[in-house]
């Protein structure tokens, strides 16, 4: 049984949803839809993801759209079924926002059983191509990976702030990984002298042992630890795919939340935190050649399935006179951009001293960007596949 979750519902429909499954349902009060799907499960009084989301007659058409086109790409495992009166025009839009299906408004409690069972398979299926069970069974922290097409468009300035905030939310439970293998600059970002770097965390005594690990990383003032990066090109080379692949295992079995800076583009380190990634954030700076890389690499991360299902768009170095809009930028990558963080002054010379600008106590437009990206997994319920299916066949 899937777990249904219903919004823009009147009376008379909750009722026909709960006789179609059981009473199974958790039914969102009336009013607005936000666009951003993390602001509609914080409502979630469990905090537990559903299956199906169920759209009702109540909801604007085009709140239900926008919503349904961030679903899409943000949490590719819930499938959005729309009740309203089929066109041939709301057919095509609702295909193009990846809603699953469309039932009339008359439709009984068999036909809304009969979708909410299509819906909550494909749910399911797409879950499993994105994430084995088995392979995640064992994590617990959150993975979040900052990635870019191109370079000096502010990963490491993203991936610094991101921590330091997230280890507010999570002290000493939060660690931060370079792995711009060749050219990592998190130490000097966070003005760090490591003693020990990414290779020595992921060869010798490091590799077999958590608590030996945990003994060679960083700590910053914050209570922030972290994997600096290699002393040179040549040493960080040696570090390879499937080094990454364990050293985050191992980490995120000790971690609340491990932040991983990376190289630009898609190297062989790149995917293998993508894969073991419960999010992405993708960067670019607001401008034409950014953005077209920033499409480019979604269409390739899309086929490779390799989007994990938590994604974030932000876009950098935002300025009003560069001439692109939020809204240019969303129809050219074709899904939504998630938080926008304007160019300001006093990011390069927060990264000159090693203070990330989160923590300078500065009252920058850039700092309260920074903070609504760090609320976004400070306040998101963490749901692993596994843990879900496990947990809801135990409700059930
Ligand atoms: N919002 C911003 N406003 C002004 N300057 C910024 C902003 N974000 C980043 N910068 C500056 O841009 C420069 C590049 O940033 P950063 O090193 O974070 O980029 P990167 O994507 O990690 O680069 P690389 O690909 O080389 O690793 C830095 O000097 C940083 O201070
Ligand atoms: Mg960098």
């Known amino acids: 049984m899937s777990r249904v979750v219903l919004a823009g519902a009147d009376a008379e429909l909750t009722r026909r949803v709960q006789d179609a499954v059981d009473g199974d349902v958790h039914a969102l009060p009336p009013g607005r839809l936000p666009g951003d799907p993390t602001r509609l499960f914080e409502q979630l009084v469990d905090g537990e993801l559903p299956d199906v989301l169920l759209i009702g007659t109540l909801a604007p058409q085009a709140e239900v759209l926008t919503l349904a086109g961030r679903l899409d790409v943000q949490c590719p495992g819930i499938s959005v079924v729309l009740v309203a009166e089929p066109s041939p025009e709301l057919w095509q839009a609702?295909?193009?926002a990846g809603i699953r299906d469309l039932l009339p408004p008359t439709a009984g409690p068999a036909?809304?059983?009969?979708a909410v069972d299509r819906a909550g398979s494909a749910a399911a299926g797409r879950r499993r191509v994105l994430r084995p069970t088995q392979e995640t069974a064992s994590y617990t922290g959150r993975v979040i990976t900052v990635a870019s097409p191109k370079g000096g468009v502010g990963k490491t300035t993203v991936a610094t702030n991101l921590a330091v905030g997230l280890?507010?939310?999570?002290p000493q439970s939060t660690v931060l990984v370079d792995l711009d293998v060749q050219f990592g600059d998190v130490a000097s970002a966070l003005g760090l002298l490591p003693e020990y770097t990414l290779p020595d965390a992921?060869?010798?005594p490091a590799s077999e042992d958590t608590m030996v690990l945990k003994t060679f990383l960083t700590q910053h003032p914050s209570g922030?630890?972290?994997?600096c990066g290699a002393e040179s090109p040549a040493a960080g080379d040696a570090v390879t795919g499937p080094d990454v692949t364990r050293l985050l295992a191992a980490l995120a079995r000790e971690f609340r939340y491990v932040v991983?800076?990376?190289?630009?583009g898609l190297s062989e380190q790149t995917l293998a935190a993508l894969d073991r990634a419960?999010?992405?954030?993708?960067?670019?700076s607001m401008d034409v050649p950014g953005v077209r890389g920033l499409r480019?690499?979604?269409d390739v991360l899309r086929e490779l399935c390799m989007i994990p299902a938590g994604r974030h768009v932000v876009m950098n170095l935002a300025d009003p006179r560069g001439g692109l809009s939020v809204r240019d930028v969303e129809t050219a990558i074709g899904t939504g951009v998630d938080v926008v963080l304007p160019r300001s002054a006093a990011v390069p010379p927060s990264t000159n001293q090693g203070v990330p600008i989160i923590a300078s106590g500065r009252r920058d437009p850039v700092v309260k960007e920074l903070r609504r990206l760090v609320a976004r997994f400070a306040a998101t319920p963490l749901v692993q596949p596994g843990r879900y299916r496990a947990k809801h066949r135990a409700a059930s």
Request: hydrophobic residues 60%; without cysteine; aromatic residues 4%.
């Open 94 to 96: 609702a295909m193009r």
């Open 111 to 114: 036909e809304i059983a009969a």
């Open 167 to 170: 280890t507010a939310a999570a």
């Open 202 to 204: 992921v060869h010798g």
């Open 224 to 227: 922030l630890y972290a994997v």
């Open 260 to 264: 991983v800076d990376t190289a630009p």
């Open 278 to 284: 419960t999010d992405v954030v993708m960067l670019s």
């Open 296 to 298: 480019k690499e979604l």
